[in-house]
Each structure stands twice: as C-alpha cells, then as structure tokens.
C-alpha cells in the first residue's frame, strides 16, 4: 500500500517532537482554553516535515477493500479504524499518539487529567474524502460503543494533503452553540493538527461538498481519547447532526430523519456489539446503484 517514493521513516524514533512543544505546553494550555467557539487549538507543523509526508506519501488507495464506507444523508466519507491495516509510517504514528507519554502531555494541553487512548480507534483511524464528499455540523458520539464507562473527551485530527487548494473547500468549520454562526474555520493543510474538547457544545464539519479534482482526496488521521467514568454519570448520545442557517427547511428535515436513523443504528451497535462492516457494505453497495 506504500509508494516507493515515500521518504523512509525508521520505527525506533520518536516521532512527536517533545523538545519543540514541551516548552510552550503553558502557553499552548492557555490558547486551547481561550479559543472560541469552545476550547480548541491548531499545531502547524505538528510533526516533522519528512514523517508527515511519509505518512501523505504512503496512505492507502480508496480502491481498496478494507475501506468502511461512510454514505448517508450526513456523510460521504471513508474510514479504516482498524490499526493493523495502517502502512507503516502511519501506523508507528498512530501508536506514539496513543502512547502513556503523549497522552499525558496532552492532557496537560488541555487540562482534562487522566486521559486514555482508544487503541481500537473507534470512530477514528483514517479518513478520506474525495470529490461530492462532506461531513455535516455535528458533536460526536459521547460513550464508546464497546467500553461503556469511556466518555470521549478530545479529537485530534492531523491532516495529510500536501498539496490542497483551499478553493476545494474542506475546511474544518466549529460552530457556536445554537447554530448561530461558524465561530473558526480551518484548512486541511499537511501537518496541521486541530486538537478540541469533545462535548456536547463542539459542533464540526466540512458541510459543503468538496469541489477538488477527480483522484484528489481530502485525508486526515482521527484520534479520540476519553477518560474512565466508572461512577459518574455523563450525557449519553449518538452523533448529532445540525442543519446550518442556510440550509433551508427541505434539507433540514433530511438531516434530522438520518440523525435519527443514525441513533438508532448506534443503540443497536452498542447492545449486539457488531462492526461497522456490514453496514459498510450496504452503503457501498446503495452507492453503486446510486
């Protein structure tokens, strides 16, 4: 799945550069706490340049089998959660970014103490998005389907597109409470890391379909981390999707019906404890008829 031009990354290095960050940590803690809609920061140049563009250079054709396809009123997306499937530089990454050391800085980043990693990168993983695709506003689920005590806590999102053009569109948009206007908006620029709280008031997407040319693919890798809520209680929901102002009554409508479809899907995972899989599989194949 690595293209043979991709610079080589040897495994044994560290691959976060703590010497580069550590010493702004405060100063970073103090940003991510102020930035409105809710708290969140942007880190350019997040890793060294030659790691993320191995990671760019080697992320796995959306030909391939292994994809869950994301396709529905909310979404047109491609995800692949699942670690093993990772090339290598991709996935030595993945691993240092839910390692004990990394996890603890980032909680001192953004003062929630005693965050976990997710090691089945539930929701997360590798993302891409082609031409026509989106992702509506929306929070994001609060309980992991398989470990009910995880509450979710943080995103991390480091995107890999070496050669975007903001035209395209893409952007990352945080909206404000009530829907009432897109607080920040970001583009999916390589080794751009968006880091941001993960609750009930951190409406995201990318709602206007991608307008890039045909075999260009907006990616990015996914990670949540939570923290274990054994005796507390927290506000349990699915994904929650949002029209936007200017969506009109028509595709509002549309976008609740799927939310709620969506919820009910989610439930059901939660009790049987199946995979996306399968679903996967009928969205991809209502896609092709399509």
Same mark, same amino acid.
């Given at each position: ?6 610079p ?8 976060? #550069?703590y ?10 803690a103090?940003?991510?706490r %102020?930035? +409105?809609?809710?708290? $969140? ?8 340049? *030659? ?9 796995p =054709? ?9 396709? =529905?009123t ?12 990772? #090339?290598?530089?991709?996935g030595?990454?993945? *691993?240092?970014l ?8 980032? /909680? ?10 997710d090691?089945?990168?539930?929701g997360? &993983?590798?993302?891409q998005s !082609?031409? !026509? ?5 929306h929070?994001?689920?609060?309980? $992991? =389907?398989? $470990?009910?005590p995880? $509450?979710?806590r943080?995103?991390?999102?480091? @995107? ?8 395209w569109? &893409? ?5 404000? +409470?009530?829907?009432?206007?897109? &607080?920040?908006?970001?583009? #999916? ?26 075999g260009?693919?907006?990616?990015s890798?996914?990670?949540y981390?939570c ?10 929901h699915?994904t *929650? @999707? =949002?029209?936007? #102002? ?5 595709k509002a ?5 799927d939310?709620?479809a969506v %919820? ?7 009790r ?11 969205l &991809?194949?209502? /896609?092709?008829?399509?």
């Open positions: 799945m690595a293209t043979s031009s991709a080589q990354v040897q495994a044994s290095v560290g691959f976060f #550069p010497l580069k960050w550590e010493p702004e940590l405060t100063a970073l103090k940003r991510f %102020d930035n +409105r809609p809710y708290p $969140h920061i942007r880190l350019v140049d997040f890793l060294g340049t *030659d790691t993320a563009t191995a990671m760019a250079q080697e992320f =054709h959306p030909s391939g089998v292994e994809w869950t396809q994301y396709k =529905h909310n979404e047109n997306k491609l995800g692949m959660p699942k670690r093993d499937l990772f #090339p290598s530089t991709l030595a990454v993945t *691993d240092e839910n390692s004990r050391e990394f996890v603890a800085w980032l /909680s001192e980043l953004t003062g929630i103490p005693n965050l976990i990693a090691p089945m990168l539930e997360g &993983g590798l993302h !082609g031409p !026509g695709g989106y992702l509506n506003v929070t994001d689920f609060s309980m $992991h =389907h398989y $470990h009910r995880w $509450h979710r943080v995103n991390l999102i480091l @995107y890999l597109n070496p050669e975007w053009c903001e035209e569109g &893409g952007a990352l948009e945080l909206w404000e +409470r009530g829907m009432v206007r897109c &607080g920040a908006k970001y583009p #999916p620029l390589l080794n751009h890391a968006l880091i941001f709280a993960t609750d009930e008031r951190s409406l995201h997407g990318f709602p206007d379909p991608l307008t890039c040319p045909e260009t693919w907006r990616k890798l996914a990670l981390y923290t274990v809520e054994q005796d507390k209680k927290f506000a349990v699915s *929650d @999707y =949002h029209a936007r #102002p200017q969506d009109g009554w028509g409508f549309l976008i609740w019906l939310k709620k %919820d009910l899907y989610s439930r059901a995972k939660m049987f404890g199946f995979s996306d899989q399968f679903a996967s599989k009928v &991809g194949f209502l /896609s092709k008829k399509k």
